[in-house]
């Protein structure tokens, strides 16, 4: 089972430039999130959905926005990249919010120069 | 917010016990979590415990929770080299139920 996939693995982007990060789920959750992780910081949540149709703002939203047009897919946008931005990727998706396990993909590295 | 706080590092000898601690901030949370995160890969779900539980025993694993301290811990008995990975402590937190990880902390396990 693919359970989620992420693309793309790993990415070099110039700053300025534009760069969505693909995330699809087969396990037909509900609720998706994407985190970043970096050293010393831990993860972090950027933005969240409950269901497809909504989206919510998590702990670091600034510089990224997210869509959830359907139940499968929950891309994440940088509109215009910056160095600060370089980071690990990683989108996760559950089935119960408030007690359900998080699956994670295998992440997706970013390098903004 | 206020962080999930843990240490960064901990470094023991294989056979002997891991004990990672966790402090966390939300006291209405209903699950506290610990996930694995092994090299190049995703976070994994290793245990829970639910909120009204003091001690939960899994195998090699013993999950402790003071609530009135908040505190949560994590003991590994008989720790192996397979065992080396990042472990996060996770708590629920706000109305929207989101996940909320602590930074880490990177054990590792010497033969």
């Known amino acids: 089972t693919a359970g989620i996939t992420q693309a793309p693995t790993s990415q070099i982007l110039a700053a300025g430039r534009s760069m969505t990060l693909r995330c699809t789920q087969d396990?037909?959750?509900?609720?998706m999130y994407w985190y970043r992780q970096d050293l010393g910081l831990g993860l972090r949540l950027i933005h969240y959905?409950?269901?497809?149709?909504?989206?919510g703002k998590g702990e670091v939203p600034d510089g990224y926005s997210v869509s959830r047009a359907n139940t499968d897919d929950f891309p994440l946008t940088l509109a215009s990249a910056v160095p600060s931005q370089t980071s690990v990727y990683f989108c996760a998706s559950s089935d119960d919010r408030g007690g359900g396990e998080l699956f994670f993909g295998e992440g997706s590295r970013l390098t903004v120069l | 917010g206020e962080d999930v706080e843990q240490s960064l590092f901990l470094s023991v000898r294989e056979g002997d016990s891991s004990v990672i601690n966790c402090t966390y901030t939300d006291s209405s949370s209903t699950y506290l979590y610990w996930y694995k995160q092994e090299p190049g890969a995703g976070l994994q779900l290793l245990t829970y415990i639910f909120s009204n539980m003091d001690m939960k025993q899994d195998q090699r694993l013993t999950v402790l929770l003071n609530k009135k301290d908040k505190h949560l811990s994590l003991r590994i008995a008989d720790t192996q080299t397979g065992d080396s990975a990042i472990y996060f402590c996770a708590e629920i937190r706000g109305s929207q139920g989101n996940l909320i990880f602590g930074k880490g902390t990177k054990l590792s396990v010497k033969p």
């Open positions: 959905s409950n269901t497809a149709g909504t989206t």
């Open positions: 396990m037909r959750h509900n609720a």
